[in-house]
DNA sequence: CGCCTTCGCTTACCATTGGTAAGTAGGCAC
DNA sequence: GTGCCTACTTACCAATGGTAAGCGAAGGCG
């Protein structure tokens, strides 16, 4: 089941290897709390983004959004004129993300006093 | 629907912030990359571990799998044998989180394609 | 005219995080 | 005694993220 590429590598690992990579890059903090924010408001501006973010810094703010344009998640939307006003919202494939990234919320929301039982337990070991 | 808790406070804004810091310290490239690999494979030996998790540095593999323990996701046992002997599994709750996050592993497979497009596309902008 | 405000950034500076590589424990084979 | 095994620590350095200040261009105000 292991195919060989022209080049010798092996498909299955370099495959893996990609994926792995792109989970890398999208399973961050500000990029899920943004993808949701984004989806359940649907379209918001810079600042009203960074309020809905609650604890992310302007700096990433603007880096997770940059990010998140070039990987065809969001649209930037720039209206020309003073002061500025810049808007966001979710591509089709920023929300397949959204849903894809939902299970999670909902396992957090469900396990929460698991986990906080389990810490406790844990940081009272001798 | 906006309950009000004694103490003033809101008490979905609460729980809200309370899931949100939960996913920010679990939607960790490392987190989720181990908890695949040891939902896949069932138990692994620490080195084992850093060889199957490409890329980790035994600093944040330990780091990781300690963090994981505390939140009642891997259960560590140590066999007190010389030399020394650790494995690690998930525990139900850790499986509960690999099934959830399973279909963001299933998007970032499906879509790999769309995304490099994307940033082709966008890194080839005026 | 000059000064302040607005919004979406960008930048300089510093704290925290993560990678790299070397060390540690402790028994066992040589 | 020397070296090897594994699962870590640790010291040191590079990269990442937070904080706060600045910027640019138009419009309101005195």
Known sequence: MTA????G???DLRLEALVTDLIGRV???????????LGE??????TALGHA????SQKMLTQTLRQMERDGLVIRTIHPVIPPHVDYCLTALG???GDAFCGVWEWAADHRDEIE??????????
């Open 4 to 7: 060989i590429a022209p080049d």
């Open 9 to 11: 590598s092996n498909v």
């Open 53 to 56: 973010v609650r604890g992310i």
């Open 41 to 46: 408001a649907g379209t918001l501006r810079f």
């Open 27 to 37: 399973a961050d903090k500000w990029t899920m709390i943004v993808l949701d924010v």
């Open 117 to 126: 039982a389990a810490r406790r337990a844990f940081d009272q070991r001798p």
């Open 95 to 97: 929300h397949g993300l």
